[in-house]
Each structure stands twice: as C-alpha cells, then as structure tokens.
Nanobody, 126 residues
Framework: QAQLVESGGGLVQPGDSLRLSCAVS????????MAWFRQAPGKDREFVAA????????YYADSVKGRFTISRDNAKNTLDLLMNNLKPEDTAVYYC???????????????????WGQGTQVTVSS
C-alpha cells in the first residue's frame, strides 16, 4: 500500500522561500506522475505543479510559474517543491499526489490521482 508523507511546511514571511518534501513508500516515483496540489480554507483543491511519468516534463500553474520548482529524487524516492518569493495568496495546505495511469490532459485534475498524502500547512504572513 502506497504511503505519501509531506513535510517542510511552516509560517514564513512574504518573499521568503520554503522547500516541501514528500517521502514516498509503496510506489516508485520515477514511474508515476507526481504532483503537488494545495487547498486554502473555503476553496477547492487546486493544481500547483507536476512531473509527468513519461519523460519527466514539469508543469506548473500560472500562479506559481517562475517561483516554484518541482523535482524528484529517484534514489531517495521523494518529491520536492521549492517555493521562492512566497506570497500571502500561497497560504494553503499542500498535498503530494501520485498516479500511474493518468493522461497528460488530466494532470491538473485532483480527481484523477489515486494516492495522496495528509498535507502540510504553509502560511505566508507578515
């Protein structure tokens, strides 16, 4: 059974950086599409970034493009999200997700992912 465990969240000030990590067991990150989603209070879960399983191309939401970087460590079987120049609107619970069979056209749809972590809180406030 797959297990995804996020870490690295916290309280930071606007403009700061933060690195989230997702420790994965029960599946191999290099053979799955791996993604980060986030959910702010009262809002739907939204796509942040993903690494597609085939070719490893990365995809980002427009709101984080140029500030966030998604990466995976195949040796450690982990997924990271480096977040730079954080803004108050980045405040949310961040979730790691994985799926083996989804199509590229569905990469931003949370309902298409089979495996999820429990989430880690990121708060950006002065």
């Amino acid at each position: 059974q797959a297990q995804l465990v996020e870490s690295g969240g916290g309280l930071v000030q606007p403009g700061d950086s933060l690195r989230l990590s997702c420790a994965v067991s029960g599946l191999t990150v290099r053979t799955y599409t791996m993604a980060w989603f986030r959910q702010a209070p009262g809002k739907d879960r939204e796509f942040v970034a993903a690494l597609f399983r085939s070719g490893g191309n990365s995809y980002y939401a427009d709101s984080v493009k140029g500030r966030f970087t998604i990466s995976r460590d195949n040796a450690k079987n982990t997924l990271d999200l480096l977040m730079n120049n954080l803004k108050p609107e980045d405040t949310a619970v961040y979730y790691c997700a994985a799926d083996r069979g989804l199509m590229l056209s569905s990469i931003g749809r949370p309902d298409q992912y089979d495996h999820w972590g429990q989430g880690t809180q990121v708060t950006v406030s002065s």
